[in-house]
């Protein structure tokens, strides 16, 4: 069945398991309404990357249900479904290419579409340092590029193919704070997009402008609220986050 995402997404009772007798996740429910945007934090091992994973239909045998507008994953065409989601991971493969040609992925894109993706991802703010601007040469993994760059890069080849959902899987934990602090606020202020972030970076400012995060421990959703919310009941995100901050 071919999916769709115009309403939400809705968990309800889900739990996996990587080895039968060692329960990743357990008891977890939440509902993601499109264009909305979602932190989601936790320790190390919690389950963050495992709920997007299941998300994305890397998994099939869980238990519980996983609906995209009220119907099960497992209904639906898998390949479809993760044509509609970009995830962006904290390494980047780059290709021994051009900038142009690690954002296009051999594809062709219209040059308003380009010039889109490079100023929305931040790709535009060091182009005209490079030797040949758009056509430069990353090197073999991005070696001619720094850590920032990369990601940038990473942005755009995502925005450009105007997928509704992005999911940034600590996809900027490796770069400094600042690089990381603009990537997320650029696609904070995306209106037609769905982002769902795992992050170790508790910058208040961000965190106040999520629509809801989503806080874990040991498999399961323990708090949901805005920032601000979470903090007032001063219950195990506040803990969390007094100790990481």
Do not use: W
């Not at 005209?128 to 001619?144: F, L, R, T, W, Y």
């Amino acid at each position: 069945m071919t999916p769709s995402f115009e309403n939400n997404i809705e968990i309800r009772d889900l739990a996996f398991s990587y080895e039968a007798d060692r329960p990743v996740l357990a008891n977890t429910n939440i509902v993601l309404h499109k264009n909305k945007k979602y932190a989601i934090v936790g320790q190390s091992g919690c389950g963050k990357s495992t709920l997007v994973r299941l998300l994305c239909g890397n998994y099939p045998l869980y238990d519980g249900s996983i609906l995209y507008d009220g119907t099960e994953l497992k209904a639906l065409d898998i390949d479809k479904l993760q044509s509609m989601i970009s995830v962006i991971h904290q390494n980047i493969y780059m290709f021994d290419d051009s900038i142009q040609q690690n954002i296009e992925l051999c594809n062709t894109f219209s040059q308003e579409e380009m010039e889109g993706a490079l100023k929305a991802s931040g790709v535009l703010q060091f182009l005209d340092k490079m030797p040949h601007g758009i056509k430069s040469q990353v090197g073999e993994n991005g070696a001619n590029l720094s850590g920032g760059q990369r990601q940038r890069i990473a942005v755009a080849r995502a925005l450009i193919r105007k997928k509704p959902i992005l999911i940034l899987d600590e996809g900027t934990s490796s770069v400094d704070r600042q690089t990381a602090y603009d990537i997320e606020s650029r696609l904070l202020n995306m209106n037609n997009l769905t982002l769902i972030t795992i992050t170790h970076h508790l910058n208040e400012e961000l965190l106040s402008r999520y629509d809801q995060i989503i806080y874990m421990e040991n498999g399961t959703i323990l708090e949901t609220g805005r920032f601000e919310e979470l903090l007032l009941r001063q219950a195990r995100f506040f803990e969390f986050y007094n100790l990481k901050k």
